[in-house]
């Protein structure tokens, strides 16, 4: 039973923050609180001492903040799935943090029922980009992006990057095309380094901007 509850770390500067989301998530049976931090050097030292499944992150904090704690985690290995949870709209804010690595962003007043939704989502793998962010990444080149990339892939590595682009898991990556879920693990591997992409993210981003996937 311990195996599905999704492991989640709280990473915030505002104590009452912390307290709050704590206290909605304790509630839910598939969701643990396993730990706070109260900026993103602390967050990234709980993170790597507790393991977590989800880190629920802000981005501004004193000192190291969300997208420096983001980038700390990737240098260390890191696998846990990060949502930003801000109540910063503008793009500067959040096109950076999902550069980054973050898996999604939700805002502090979100419903706690859909935030409880946000948390099961990434941690299935899925990215959560609301439209005007997605819009945003799209409309910046990526270093290294085009079109001749695409030609590098095999006609396999193109179904799973269209997949990754619909939002799939990997574990529904792996239905929907009869693999293993660790023979589609290694298909994403080869493309984000066959394209020069970090991460799931930038990989369905660049299959939307180059016209891979699902019209």
Not at 58 to 86: F, H, S, Y
Request: charged share 25%; no cysteine; aromatic share 2%.
């Amino acid at each position: 039973m311990a195996d599905n509850v999704i492991r989640v770390l709280l990473v915030d500067d505002h104590q009452v923050v912390r307290r709050g989301l704590r206290t909605f998530l304790e509630v839910q049976g598939d969701i643990e609180v396993v730990g706070e931090a109260g900026d993103g050097a602390e967050g990234v030292a709980r993170a790597q001492e507790l393991r977590p499944d989800v880190i629920l992150m802000d981005v501004k904090m004193p000192g190291t903040d969300g997208i420096a704690a983001l980038q700390l985690l990737r240098d260390a290995g890191n696998q846990a799935r990060v949502l930003i949870v801000t109540s910063f709209t503008e793009q500067r804010t959040v096109v950076p943090a999902l550069r980054a690595g973050a898996a999604g962003y939700v805002y502090k007043d979100v419903d706690p029922v859909a935030l409880a939704d946000a948390i099961r989502s990434v941690h299935a793998g899925h990215v959560l980009l609301q439209p005007e962010v997605a819009g945003a990444l799209l409309a910046e080149d990526h270093p290294g992006g085009g079109t001749g990339r695409a030609n590098t892939l095999t006609d396999r590595e193109r179904e799973v990057l269209a997949l990754i682009a619909d939002g799939r898991s990997n574990r529904e990556i792996a239905r929907a095309l009869v693999l293993s879920e660790k023979t589609v693990k290694t298909h994403v591997s080869n493309i984000l380094m066959k394209l020069d992409l970090a991460d799931r993210t930038q990989a369905a981003l660049w299959a939307v901007r180059n016209g891979v996937g699902n019209a």
